[in-house]
């Protein structure tokens, strides 16, 4: 009988789900360093490839265009593991809070 | 008369692709064959092919559960090859990453066990809780799984006095359900009766077999890398080595609600005694040639690495040895059936889960399988060593062979 007590107390709990997506999409918890999907700041890069170098997934390959060498990310093969942020020497790379990484088609998960 | 029947690589009772033969006398098992290598990942020979950075995200996917044992074992194992002693403070925050992740997995196979044996409610009571400590993980690393904090030298992120705050809060509630959870282990019947003299393992046979992690120490001998061989923090943070004199599955669930006790306390420890520094060491990208080999004290048992560096970026070989394999053969030992100690097959999955099976982990095997004459063949050591050798001398390259 000592579930009874724990019964009772989970009785006046409030629900521990929300109604995701629909209603109180603001109420899903992240915690602070949460590893999101990935931005780019093409500006800021200066086309060192340390980050080429340090992504474990090969979803970052290089190109050359006008301006040297500048990298391509695939972001389907991203594994979001932070090392191309933490090598990066100009913080061009930054890891956002977006956890709604879903595409309706291949095309539109490259970030050039 | 006797009857053969498999077990797997697809059954309710296994959680993961391993083939079992039980031969059967009535209701007795009589004889068990285990049939490895269905998961194998190649994982050692695609780290050859990548950097060093590069392997830390790979590593720690060998296990999924015990991913931290797997992250500190390769980056102290690189670390070993440069002789740089990293920070005083990375060694503590890796020690408390460690001993939650001990938390959160033997929670897991506590309830693992419960549902195992139908205590259905057991099993509903402690993953409800592990909640608690998979909250916690997510707060220091960003995630509740994969937790991405170790590097080579040193950890990614530190640990602040809010985040230590609410650590110790999430701590407390954990200390009190686990205590909880022991008094329901040892006073409760059903469990008592299903659980004792269920999958015996004297300490002769632990030691013949070579058994790791909690189930020799359930066989009462005293074994723990981190009290044997301390790395990390370990030297400095205090804490009993569990041992339990049943032999049997209820000493391993013993062993493991202790160790969770004990966790606590360490974590404790190290929050309270944690210097203050820097977290991490930058090191060059290629560390020098040589080998080395580190041990960690996983969830499961003795979690072994073995790397060797030709002076290049990348791993020229990296071995891993996951706990389970040094299990496998004492399993074999408790699931046969020999003088007074009969195993049902009732008790085939509770025995199968008492060793916290991760089978996926330690499939390193190959075996080959010529299917249109039938035959299964596998290569000896000496075989292997002639096979090498003339691989070499093709490439014009004169190998030495011990």
Redesign the interface.
């Known amino acids: 009988m000592s579930i009874t007590p724990l019964l009772l107390k989970h009785i006046f709990k409030k629900r521990a789900t929300i109604l995701y997506p629909f209603k109180e999409r603001e109420k899903v918890h992240l915690p602070e360093g949460f590893r999101g999907e990935l931005k780019f700041f093409r500006e800021k890069c200066i086309g060192c490839g340390l980050c080429f170098r340090a992504c474990p997934s090969e979803t970052i390959e290089m190109s050359v265009d006008e301006k040297g060498k500048r990298p391509i990310f695939y972001l389907d093969r991203c594994t979001r593991c932070q090392q191309c942020e933490e090598v990066c020497p100009t913080k061009a790379i930054e890891l956002t809070q977006n956890f709604e990484t879903v595409y309706f088609d291949r095309k539109s998960t490259i970030i050039k | 008369m006797s009857i053969k029947i498999p077990i797997g690589p697809q059954h309710p009772a296994l959680k993961e692709p391993e083939n079992f033969t039980f031969t059967l006398d009535g209701e007795y098992v009589v004889k068990v064959e285990a049939r490895i290598g269905y998961m194998h990942k190649g994982i050692e020979k695609l780290m050859e092919s ?2 060093y ?6 590593v720690e996917r060998i296990c999924g559960i015990c991913n931290v044992a797997h992250t500190i074992c390769y980056a102290q194992n690189v670390e070993y090859l440069y002789e740089k002693p990293i920070p005083r403070r990375a060694e503590f925050i890796r020690v408390i990453i460690e001993e939650l992740n001990r938390i959160h997995s033997h929670l897991l196979w506590i309830g693992i066990a419960a549902h195992l044996v139908g205590f259905d ?1 057991f099993f509903m009571y402690t993953w409800r809780d592990r909640e608690v400590v998979m909250d916690l993980i ?2 220091l ?3 509740r799984v994969s937790t ?1 904090l170790m590097t080579i030298g040193g950890v ?2 530190d640990i602040d006095d809010s985040k230590a705050y609410k650590l110790r809060k999430g701590l407390d509630i954990l200390e009190e359900r686990t205590k909880y959870y022991k008094k329901i282990a040892e006073d409760e019947k059903s469990l008592l009766v299903r659980l004792r003299d269920i999958g015996r393992l004297t300490p002769a046979e632990a030691i013949k077999h070579s058994a790791v992690g909690p189930t020799i120490r359930a066989s009462n001998i005293k074994v723990d890398v981190r009290a044997d061989d301390p790395y990390a923090a370990h030297d400095e943070v205090p804490f009993n080595v569990i041992t339990y004199d049943t032999c049997d599955v209820f000493g391993r669930l013993m062993v493991r609600i202790d160790e969770t006790l004990e966790s606590i306390n360490m974590v404790r420890y190290c929050l309270d005694h944690m210097p203050s520094g820097p977290i991490r060491i930058r090191l060059p990208n290629a560390p020098p040639p040589g080998e080395s080999v580190s041990r960690v004290e996983a969830p499961r048992g003795e979690d072994i690495h073995y790397v060797k560096s030709n002076g290049t970026d990348k791993p020229y070989r990296y071995k891993v040895r996951a706990p389970t394999l040094g299990n496998l053969s004492a399993l074999i030992e408790m699931l046969t059936s020999k003088g007074d100690y009969l195993v049902h097959v009732a008790d085939i999955p509770v025995v199968l889960g008492g060793i916290d099976p991760c089978m996926c982990c330690m499939d390193r095997s190959v075996k080959f399988i010529d299917p249109v004459k039938g035959k299964e063949w596998s290569l000896t050591w000496e075989q292997l060593k002639l096979y090498a050798k003339r691989k070499w001398e093709k490439e014009g390259i004169k190998a030495k062979c011990p």
Request: aromatic share 0%; no cysteine.
């Open positions: 990548k950097n950075i590069q392997n830390i995200p790979l409610s997510e707060l690393t960003g995630n991405a990614r992120r």
